[in-house]
């Protein structure tokens, strides 16, 4: 779907009155285009915006980002999808000078999603959705099983888990993505919570470290030793979701910003049940993810870069980013969630979890590289090994060899 949310553009050359804005489908866009005459009225500038898909939007930007195209002003990408894509091939304008608007204040963001909008050392992205991993879990379970609170470590996870499986045969002490790919980015805070990352600082795999085989182990072992019975090793949020909101398991852990399955009460079954905590600690302590699941940045080829972060600096200001929060959209913005208005949508207990994730959180929940879905393939291989029981080592260390290899072809 394309739409023009004013006025025309010149469609040709140099800085024009007329930004255009391309962006994906999402309630972040509606929020931004109901507020746009605002802005309009505010810089006397005209706002174009082209409203696209997933995949349109993916396809729109590799014909015109690689064809040079002058015609798209701000973009609205997935920094951890194409973002080190577009950074490399010079897509993404550097953002150095403009973020050092003292109003706008940069260092509000939080250090996450910032991390995974930066490129070689540059800022080329602005973040204006966050998601983080949280605990999802059962209350009238815990309290069935005399557990007086949610478990603050994974070894506390895994004795919950056992004992609730114990005394409840029916219903699985813990569940998650159990998929090749889709388990990844859920498997990525416990990896962190470990000690681990999918690659080290000096652009390594780590797959094969110490820490990378106890988390694969421990995140089988969970799955294997009191997941659901006969679980199936393709499970993405969808599936997973459906066994936690069916009232088949006691914990799951989840990106924050799923719960409404868990919560609506014509979607789960244990809408009145379910509470949140904070990722549990392992031995790194509580890593979990915080991303940025889209960001802002300007066509390095624009030539209306001025009029570009105008509306950048308007769409991502502690303004806009309170009342997107407000309306159900994580922000990237420490304020909003300091701010009591910022946090009265969300259940108190997620957004209790949500805050203690932004504070260790990790900006990226899969590997930062061009081919991701390839990645994502390769890193996810030891999490289907452990879940089958197969040696989590040993698996790591084969993923080990082929990530490195993969890294090694990817930098050439």
């Given at each position: 779907?394309?739409?023009?949310?004013?006025?025309?553009?010149?469609?040709?050359?140099?800085?024009?009155?007329?930004?255009?804005?391309?962006?994906?489908?999402?309630?972040?866009?509606?929020?931004?285009?109901?507020?746009?005459?605002?802005?309009?009225?505010?810089?006397?500038?005209?706002?174009?915006?082209?409203?696209?898909?997933?995949?349109?939007?993916?396809?729109?930007?590799?014909?015109?980002?690689?064809?040079?195209?002058?015609?798209?002003?701000?973009?609205?990408?997935?920094?951890?999808?194409?973002?080190?894509?577009?950074?490399?091939?010079?897509?993404?304008?550097?953002?150095?000078?403009?973020?050092?608007?003292?109003?706008?204040?940069?260092?509000?963001?939080?250090?996450?999603?910032?991390?995974?909008?930066?490129?070689?050392?540059?800022?080329?992205?602005?973040?204006?959705?966050?998601?983080?991993?949280?605990?999802?879990?059962?209350?009238?379970?815990?309290?069935?099983?005399?557990?007086?609170?949610?478990?603050?470590?994974?070894?506390?996870?895994?004795?919950?888990?056992?004992?609730?499986?114990?005394?409840?045969?029916?219903?699985?002490?813990?569940?998650?993505?159990?998929?090749?790919?889709?388990?990844?980015?859920?498997?990525s805070s416990f990896l962190?919570?470990?000690?681990?990352?999918?690659?080290?600082?000096?652009?390594?795999?780590?797959?094969?470290?110490?820490?990378?085989?106890?988390?694969?182990?421990?995140?089988?072992?969970?799955?294997?030793?009191?997941?659901?019975?006969?679980?199936?090793?393709?499970?993405?949020?969808?599936?997973?979701?459906?066994?936690?909101?069916?009232?088949?398991?006691?914990?799951?852990?989840?990106?924050?910003?799923?719960?409404?399955?868990?919560?609506?009460?014509?979607?789960?079954?244990?809408?009145?049940?379910?509470?949140?905590?904070?990722?549990?600690?392992?031995?790194?302590?509580?890593?979990?993810?915080?991303?940025?699941?889209?960001?802002?940045?300007?066509?390095?080829?624009?030539?209306?870069?001025?009029?570009?972060?105008?509306?950048?600096?308007?769409?991502?200001?502690?303004?806009?980013?309170?009342?997107?929060?407000?309306?159900?959209?994580?922000?990237?913005?420490?304020?909003?969630?300091?701010?009591?208005?910022?946090?009265?949508?969300?259940?108190?207990?997620?957004?209790?979890a949500i805050a203690a994730?932004?504070?260790?959180?990790?900006?990226?929940?899969?590997?930062?590289?061009?081919?991701?879905?390839?990645?994502?393939?390769?890193?996810?291989?030891?999490?289907?090994?452990?879940?089958?029981?197969?040696?989590?080592?040993?698996?790591?260390?084969?993923?080990?060899?082929?990530?490195?290899q993969f890294l090694d072809?990817?930098?050439?």
């Amino acid at each position: 779907m394309s739409l023009t949310a004013c006025g025309g553009g010149d469609g040709g050359g140099g800085a024009s009155d007329t930004v255009r804005v391309t962006l994906a489908n999402h309630v972040w866009t509606e929020n931004v285009k109901q507020a746009l005459p605002e802005f309009e009225k505010q810089t006397g500038l005209k706002v174009e915006i082209t409203q696209l898909g997933e995949d349109q939007l993916s396809d729109q930007y590799n014909v015109k980002l690689n064809a040079g195209s002058a015609d798209i002003d701000v973009m609205m990408y997935r920094p951890l999808q194409e973002g080190k894509l577009f950074a490399r091939n010079k897509y993404l304008a550097d953002l150095t000078e403009r973020v050092k608007s003292e109003s706008w204040d940069f260092s509000d963001f939080q250090p996450g999603p910032v991390q995974s909008t930066t490129y070689e050392s540059k800022p080329v992205g602005i973040p204006i959705i966050t998601e983080q991993e949280v605990l999802y879990y059962r209350k009238d379970l815990l309290e069935k099983a005399g557990l007086s609170a949610p478990p603050k470590t994974l070894d506390e996870l895994k004795a919950a888990a056992a004992k609730i499986k114990e005394s409840e045969p029916d219903v699985a002490g813990f569940v998650a993505r159990t998929g090749k790919s889709a388990a990844v980015t859920q498997f990525s805070s416990f990896l962190y919570s470990f000690g681990g990352d999918f690659v080290d600082e000096s652009g390594k795999s780590a797959v094969g470290t110490d820490a990378a085989k106890q988390a694969y182990a421990y995140y089988g072992e969970l799955i294997k030793d009191y997941g659901p019975a006969n679980v199936s090793t393709d499970m993405g949020w969808p599936e997973a979701m459906a066994i936690f909101t069916q009232g088949k398991a006691a914990f799951y852990t989840e990106a924050n910003s799923l719960y409404k399955n868990a919560t609506d009460a014509d979607k789960s079954k244990v809408s009145d049940q379910v509470g949140f905590a904070p990722f549990p600690a392992g031995p790194a302590g509580s890593k979990p993810y915080n991303i940025p699941s889209w960001a802002l940045g300007i066509n390095d080829a624009s030539e209306n870069t001025e009029n570009a972060w105008k509306f950048i600096e308007w769409a991502t200001g502690k303004e806009q980013t309170l009342a997107q929060q407000k309306s159900g959209v994580p922000g990237a913005r420490t304020s909003v969630w300091a701010d009591p208005e910022g946090v009265s949508t969300f259940p108190e207990d997620l957004a209790e979890a949500i805050a203690a994730s932004t504070e260790n959180g990790v900006g990226h929940d899969r590997p930062l590289v061009v081919k991701v879905a390839e990645a994502r393939e390769i890193v996810g291989q030891p999490i289907v090994d452990a879940i089958t029981g197969k040696d989590a080592a040993a698996s790591a260390d084969t993923a080990h060899t082929a990530f490195q290899q993969f890294l090694d072809d990817e930098a050439e």
